[in-house]
């Protein structure tokens, strides 16, 4: 299995305001442009200890914007050119429908009956027009299944949650717990996982 090392983007103003963004195409801040800068800084470290290229890996993100602009910079904080890698849909965020923009408190008070649902299981209910974690899975596993080599990976809060159960390392309740921090590298090699900032 070839090692992959997942960033999430940068910060928002919508994650800085708790606000569900999804498919939605928004930029990252000042600060998430440091976060995107500084996982290259710490993906930098950390390869170095390995003793391994940077150019010897692939670069993959997400299509939406602020996935790649996470990957410009740290690929910038690499010593590489902005541009050289790949984008791929199967990375994207998961599609909150009629909820992206929503804050937690909005989505309740517009359908309580599909928020309570989602809420007793939010592995498996999607929001109105949109989907769920499990929906994204088969995209998840596919694209682990295509890799050739050890790959840098940017992409989202869903695409981290559902890579670690598409890798076995998380059941989907572990995987829903927790956040997925902006800024560190999560190693994903040899079986098992390590968070590093």
């Known amino acids: 299995m070839p090692t992959i090392y997942f960033i999430r983007h940068g910060e928002t103003d919508w994650n800085a305001t708790g606000r569900f963004q999804g498919t939605q195409d928004i930029p990252l801040n000042a600060k998430g442009r440091g976060q995107a800068t500084a996982a290259g800084g710490v993906l930098g470290r950390l390869l170095e200890k390995d003793g391994i290229p940077p150019a010897s890996l692939a670069y993959v993100a997400s299509p939406l914007g602020r996935a790649q602009v996470t990957m410009q910079l740290l690929r910038g904080a690499l010593g590489m050119p902005a541009e050289g890698y790949a984008t791929d ?25 599909v928020y309570a649902a989602r809420h007793a299981d939010r592995w498996a209910v999607a929001p109105l027009r949109g989907e769920s974690y499990g929906d994204r899975l088969p995209f998840i596993r596919d694209w682990v299944a295509s890799l050739t080599g050890d790959t840098v990976a940017v992409g989202h809060v869903g695409t981290c949650r559902t890579l670690f159960v598409a890798l076995g390392l998380k059941t989907p309740a572990d995987a829903l717990d927790g956040s997925i921090r902006q800024g560190a590298v999560y190693a994903f090699r040899d079986g098992g996982f390590d968070i590093v900032s």
Request: hydrophobic share 35%; charged share 30%; glycine share 8%.
């Open 89 to 113: 849909d199967r990375l994207r965020e998961i599609t909150y429908g009629a909820w992206e923009g929503f804050t937690l408190a909005q989505m309740q008070a517009s359908d309580p009956d």
